[in-house]
Each structure stands twice: as C-alpha cells, then as structure tokens.
C-alpha cells in the first residue's frame, strides 16, 4: 500500500467535509418546505397534516366570529315623503338698513347754549323744542328795527299832512307843480322806507325764534355732541345732536344683473312684491315690508341693480347700518313637488337623491331643482309626490342596497317595524349601524 503524503490527506479531508455540508443543506432546506407545505394545507377546510385540520375556520359556522358580515346588512335609514306645496320663488340678497331720513340738529343762529331739554336716545316728535339758544342779542336786535320804523312812521305822517297842504295850495296856485311833486315824491319814499323797516323787524323776529332749537322730524335721537354753557356757531358741522328716522325704515340691497328680468316683470305688474328682512346667521326672520325702488342704472363695476324696500319697523326691528338677509318673493309657484334640501346629494353628473322602492331597495334619481323656500327645494324633474326620498343613513348606501326603514318619531314613541319594539329612531339607527371596519 503506497504511502499518503500530507497534501494528500489534507486534500481528503476537505472533500468529505464539503460532501457533508452539502448533504446537511439539502436535508434542512426539504424540511422546511415540508413544512410550509403542511402549514398551507392546515389552512385549507379539511386538510390534513395541520393543528386546525378539519376545524372550523374564523368566520365560519360555529367558529370564533360566527355570522353574516354585517357590511351586507340591510342599511337603516330615514325617508320621508316628497311632498307637493306652494313653494315662494325668492331671490336672496345681502342688504343694509339705512333711515329714510337722517338730520344733523345744527344751530341757525350763533350763542351761548342755555339748556338742553333732551335726553340721548330718546324719540322725538317733529317741532318738539330740543334746545334753547341765549335770546338777549336778539331780542335787543328787534327792538332796534322797531325803533327805526316808529321813527319813519312819524315822518310819514308829517309828509302826508304837508302834502295835503300842498294840494290846497296847488289848486289855488300858489304853489309851483314842483313843489307839489317833491312833496309826493317825499312821501312814496317813506313808504317803502317802512316796509324796508317792518323787513328788518320780521328778520329780528325770525332770528329770535331760531333761538328755539327744535326738531325738524320725528325720530331717535343719538348722543348729545354738545353741553349747555358752550358757545354754539351757527351752522357748525358737528351739530347739536343726529336725529334719524327709525319708523318706517328702508333696506337697500343689490341682486346679480342675470335676476332683473325675474324681478322687473314682477314689479311691473304692480302688485306690491314682499320683502322678508332676516337676521344675520338666517334662524330667525325679523320682520317684513315691501319692495318700493328700483335703481335706473347697473352698476358697471359688480353686475348689480340696487334696490330699496321699506319696512314699518313698529317695534324698531331693524336698526339703522344693521346687516341683514334679504328675500324677495317674486312669485308663488303652487303645486310645486318639494323636498327637505338637506336630501340633495351633488356629484359629478349633477343632483340627485335616494329613494326607495316597494321591494326595500335604495335607487338614485336624478333631479332638476328649482326654487328654495324655508329649507325646502322645488324639483321641477326627477320625482313625483309621494316617494320615499332618503333623508339619513347616506353614508353606506349604493344603488341596488337593501335598507330597513326606520320610522320617525312622532311624540317619544314610534309604530312597530319589522316586528320590533317601538323605539326612538336616533337611537335605533346608532344601534343597527355596526362600526365600520377595515377591508
């Protein structure tokens, strides 16, 4: 037997270590796919080789999670009926109240101001006497004129003597025609001095009454701009105190140029066209008037016409500057298919709403709408009064879909449906409605 060297032996043992290596690789990679393979077939109904083998599977019947998926549930919603009504075409615009009159109460005559005799924010009635100016300058001016035409009143008299005189004289020639002339003239002169004198005392008198400050126009009265003691000027821009006219009042507001036909072929009927006034936030309706101007003119800059309606504002609903929302009733359209607004889905192809059908299906109909009143819709095309419109429970909803109605509750209890117990509507759908879960 020949003898092994050391490269030989070496050489040996390195083959053997590789061949037993490899043989391990291959047995460990063939048990894991034996058991991936019996993994997979324990999953499987009734496979075998697997812990669950033959067992029920999550979801299934009698196991964990038995049941129908609830996401194919019939879906609970609240309908209510379209309804057929007469619906009030309105126009809707943003307005301001602005008074009908507003004065500046100023002083005609210059003075020290004596008393105020009103108090701020209180109404007035026209001709009322709201201040009183210092007198004395004035009435001394009067009793000057008065002296001055006492003066040429004796004149006159005097002339008039001496031209009766003068007349005698004239038919006994006596005296020249000249004479008699001048003497005439004398007296036409005083008489036209007198009445520049009752001129001058008519002017004293009615700067003396101007001494009365009084109201121009009925109305409330804003803050006093002046106190008694100061010395008022004549005509000052500030003024005494503001007056503005509160009952009846106006609202002005503008509509797009594309509502003036609607509303000038309804104004030109000449029935008077009501005007609501409602608050800002458009809960509640403040009160109620009539639509009264139209402008003469659009406005180039917006689009726009102006318009005025008036207000009786009794009880002082709207206050001068206040914003308000404005509906203008332009017509009634009777027998008009209506539905809560709140019903109206928007989506690409246009408006549409739920329905639902004799067989408990929910459908989608499209709609053409029309006027808006009080939170109801005209539908103009699309439904006929009487069908169930779907009013909540949108949210899951799908052509085709099963839904159980629920009915609404009329004062605390509800009628049986599906043979349930009666039960408040809120709080049925919350219960019914399982939560929604990922795919």
């Given at each position: 037997?020949?003898?092994?060297?050391?490269r030989?032996?070496?050489a040996?043992?390195?083959?053997?270590?590789?061949?037993?290596?490899?043989?391990?690789?291959?047995?460990?990679?063939?048990?894991t796919?034996?058991?991936g393979?019996?993994?997979?077939?324990?999953?499987?109904?009734g496979?075998?080789?697997?812990?669950?083998?033959?067992?029920?599977r999550?979801?299934?019947?009698?196991?964990?999670?038995?049941?129908?998926?609830?996401?194919?549930?019939?879906?609970?919603?609240?309908?209510i009926?379209?309804?057929?009504s007469?619906?009030?075409?309105?126009?809707?615009?943003?307005?301001?109240?602005?008074?009908?009159n507003?004065?500046?109460?100023?002083?005609?005559?210059?003075?020290?101001?004596?008393?105020?005799?009103?108090?701020?924010?209180?109404k007035?009635?026209?001709?009322?006497?709201?201040?009183?100016?210092?007198?004395?300058?004035?009435?001394v001016?009067?009793?000057?004129?008065?002296?001055?035409?006492?003066?040429?009143?004796?004149?006159?008299?005097?002339a008039?003597?001496?031209?009766?005189?003068y007349q005698k004289?004239?038919?006994?020639?006596?005296i020249?025609?000249?004479?008699f002339?001048?003497?005439?003239?004398?007296?036409?002169?005083?008489?036209?001095?007198?009445?520049?004198?009752?001129?001058?005392?008519d002017?004293?008198k009615?700067?003396?009454?101007?001494?009365?400050?009084?109201?121009?126009?009925?109305?409330?009265?804003g803050?006093?701009?002046v106190?008694?003691?100061?010395?008022?000027?004549?005509n000052?821009?500030?003024?005494?105190v503001?007056?503005?006219?509160?009952?009846?009042?106006?609202?002005?507001?503008t509509?797009?140029?594309?509502?003036l036909?609607?509303v000038?072929?309804?104004?030109?009927?000449?029935?008077?066209?009501?005007?609501e006034?409602?608050?800002?936030s458009?809960q509640?309706?403040l009160?109620?008037?009539?639509?009264?101007t139209l402008?003469?003119?659009?406005?180039?800059a917006?689009?726009?016409l102006?318009?005025?309606?008036?207000?009786?504002?009794?009880?002082?609903?709207?206050?001068?500057?206040?914003?308000?929302?404005?509906r203008?009733?332009?017509?009634?359209?009777s027998g008009?298919?209506?539905?809560?607004?709140?019903?109206?889905?928007y989506?690409?192809?246009?408006?549409?709403?739920?329905t639902?059908?004799?067989?408990?299906?929910s459908q989608?109909?499209?709609?053409?709408l029309?006027?808006?009143?009080?939170?109801?819709?005209?539908?103009?095309?699309?439904?006929?009064?009487?069908?169930?419109?779907?009013?909540?429970g949108l949210?899951?909803?799908?052509?085709?879909?099963?839904?159980?109605?629920?009915?609404?509750a009329?004062?605390?209890s509800?009628?049986?449906?599906?043979?349930?117990a009666?039960?408040?509507?809120?709080?049925?759908v919350?219960?019914?409605?399982?939560?929604?879960?990922?795919?």
């Amino acid at each position: 037997m020949p003898k092994l060297t050391t490269r030989t032996l070496i050489a040996g043992l390195s083959l053997a270590a590789l061949a037993v290596g490899g043989w391990w690789y291959l047995s460990a990679d063939a048990e894991t796919a034996a058991g991936g393979q019996s993994a997979q077939q324990g999953q499987r109904p009734g496979g075998q080789g697997g812990p669950r083998a033959g067992g029920p599977r999550p979801g299934g019947p009698g196991g964990p999670g038995a049941g129908a998926n609830p996401w194919n549930a019939p879906v609970p919603v609240r309908v209510i009926a379209a309804g057929s009504s007469d619906l009030k075409v309105q126009v809707k615009a943003i307005g301001t109240v602005t008074p009908l009159n507003t004065v500046v109460l100023q002083s005609r005559v210059s003075g020290p101001l004596l008393e105020v005799l009103f108090k701020e924010g209180e109404k007035v009635e026209a001709g009322q006497l709201l201040a009183r100016i210092d007198p004395a300058p004035y009435q001394v001016k009067l009793s000057q004129a008065e002296g001055v035409k006492q003066q040429n009143v004796a004149q006159l008299v005097n002339a008039e003597q001496d031209l009766a005189l003068y007349q005698k004289l004239k038919q006994q020639n006596s005296i020249s025609a000249q004479q008699f002339n001048n003497q005439q003239s004398l007296v036409n002169q005083l008489k036209g001095t007198l009445k520049s004198n009752q001129a001058q005392i008519d002017a004293a008198k009615l700067e003396l009454s101007y001494t009365e400050i009084k109201a121009p126009i009925s109305g409330r009265l804003g803050l006093r701009r002046v106190d008694p003691g100061n010395l008022v000027q004549a005509n000052s821009a500030d003024g005494l105190v503001t007056i503005t006219q509160s009952s009846p009042i106006a609202v002005q507001f503008t509509i797009p140029e594309t509502q003036l036909a609607q509303v000038r072929d309804a104004y030109r009927k000449g029935v008077a066209l009501s005007v609501e006034a409602w608050d800002r936030s458009e809960q509640q309706q403040l009160t109620s008037g009539v639509l009264t101007t139209l402008d003469n003119q659009i406005d180039l800059a917006t689009g726009t016409l102006k318009l005025k309606a008036e207000f009786a504002n009794q009880h002082e609903e709207l206050f001068p500057n206040q914003f308000v929302n404005v509906r203008l009733n332009v017509a009634i359209q009777s027998g008009a298919v209506t539905i809560p607004q709140d019903a109206v889905q928007y989506g690409s192809q246009g408006t549409y709403v739920y329905t639902v059908d004799k067989a408990q299906k929910s459908q989608i109909k499209m709609l053409k709408l029309g006027a808006v009143d009080n939170g109801l819709v005209a539908v103009e095309e699309g439904l006929a009064a009487g069908d169930l419109v779907v009013l909540e429970g949108l949210d899951r909803l799908r052509p085709g879909r099963q839904v159980e109605v629920i009915a609404d509750a009329a004062a605390g209890s509800e009628a049986p449906v599906n043979g349930e117990a009666p039960v408040n509507s809120e709080a049925k759908v919350k219960k019914t409605r399982p939560a929604r879960q990922a795919n």
